[in-house]
């Protein structure tokens, strides 16, 4: 939660849902899988880095089979903290395997709700202005691009989405590489605009890469590539499992839990076996495969439980958790609000570190929404009360407020009232508890889309944040588009010596 101090985490992990004789049976199993099954590589630098360092390997058909003695001696090399530094230092964040919990913001959305109600394609027009909503959020702490733009070449569009992030924001924040080396180089340049230069940002790094591995037990080449050169440069990394469970990974949770465990775990060796020490943090944005609709259910309590499982999975290892998902709904209505209020109070009761794309979106990430921005961030205040649990102090209890109002009166005109006024109330922003009569008169009968509407319209039209100059950021867009360019260059020549090689 941003405040006057800088950001300070709610406390978390009330809920354990996995007990240590489970957790025992995932690690044995998944120690099993890494030593029988293996782990595909499509990298052969990487497959020599893994036979180096002591595990076996087929070269042939790319297999790396690892021992549990090695597994555990290299995920032991990761930094079990690491600080997640905003550009401006009031957003430095402390991330650990504790279970303090942080929020992102919304990711990627092709799609967009405009607030006239129209669906219509994300522009880069959007990005900017939900970026400046967002921006306003005392419940977000790290910051991602709510949506894709589709109005700008999708090739090499991470470098263009980068440099929006960077103008428009001093939050840390979520960022795609573009699945190459040069692609994180041009990052880094448009960020020593903004810090003065590489060797600042690679001291004091203020985004972080996400690197998403395909399941199962699969890592591809240009995710090999982004997590060694992360490595490299001091940028810490989010290293994502999106497993589908009944899909590319086993029908149960359990089953589940144990292929992300082993995909992860095994990239965070391989990233410590090449950079001993590089901030790696165990991510997932998986879910299960609904048997209706055969889509992802991200919201579905399965989907929490796998989170809530996977946050102390995570935790065991000494490393930190970044999960969760968006609500499967796609309008901000009834099913939205039952499914963001579940899954956000269950990661966080499991100790979920980030709370990964909890501003924003709807339907499983395709879609974005300005009123749902405002809705979360009330939904996320209140499952931060909730878990500020109760105060059974003493001078909480009230016992000199008893012997004071005793028998008649009301406890409102007591000290004790106005001492707890602030401390132990939330006070919503758009939840309305008027009576129907004062509703009416208040608001004209609005419901709580439509008051968050008209509210994100006031801070639009009065939210102009200037975070970087106009010639800093003449240069970041300078780059950015000579970045695309060549990332597109580099694209197609890939799919040209792929086809070729066939």
Known sequence: MVTDRGIVPARGGQVKI???????????????????????????DALEIMEGHGCSVDFDHKIVRMPEEILMRYVAKAPSEIILNGRDSKYDIRLDASSDVYVMGGAGALHV??????????????LRDLTRLEDTLENMDIAHFLVTPQD???????MITFAEMLKNNTRNFYALVGGCREGLSHELEMAAVAAGSIDEVKNRPFFVAGLCIISPLTQRRDFIEELLACGENNIPVYIEADALAGGTTPFTISGTAVEINANVLSAVALSQMANPGAPCIYASSSGILDMKSLNL?????????????????????????????????????????????????GCALGGVNIIHV?????????????????????????????????????????????REVRHSGHFLETEHALKYLRR????????????????????GGKNMQERAREKAIKILEEHHPIYIGKKEAREIDKIAKAAQREITEIRRRDMTWGRSSQ
């Open 18 to 44: 996995l007990h240590d004789e489970q957790i025992t049976m995932l690690h044995e199993a998944t120690v099993e899988i890494l030593g029988d099954v293996g782990i595909k590589l499509l990298h052969d």
């Open 113 to 126: 709700i405009d607030l006239d109600g129209t669906r219509r394609p994300s522009t880069l027009q959007d």
């Open 152 to 158: 700008i070449p999708q090739d090499g569009f991470e």
């Open 297 to 345: 259910g991200g919201a579905a309590p399965e989907s929490t439980l796998l989170h809530m499982a996977q946050a102390q999975l995570a935790h065991h290892y000494g490393l930190p958790y970044y999960g969760s998902n968006t609500p499967d709904s796609k309008l901000p209505d009834t099913q939205m609000g039952y499914e963001s209020a579940l899954h956000f109070l």
């Open 358 to 402: 909890a501003i924003g979106n709807l339907g499983m990430m395709s879609l974005a929404n300005y009123e749902k921005c405002l809705i979360d961030n009330e939904i996320l205040g209140a499952t931060f009360r909730m878990l500020q649990g109760i105060d059974c102090s003493r001078d909480a209890i009230g016992i000199d407020a008893f």
């Open 424 to 443: 132990d109330r939330w006070e919503p922003e758009l939840t309305d508890r008027n009576n129907w009569d004062t509703w009416q008169m208040l608001t």
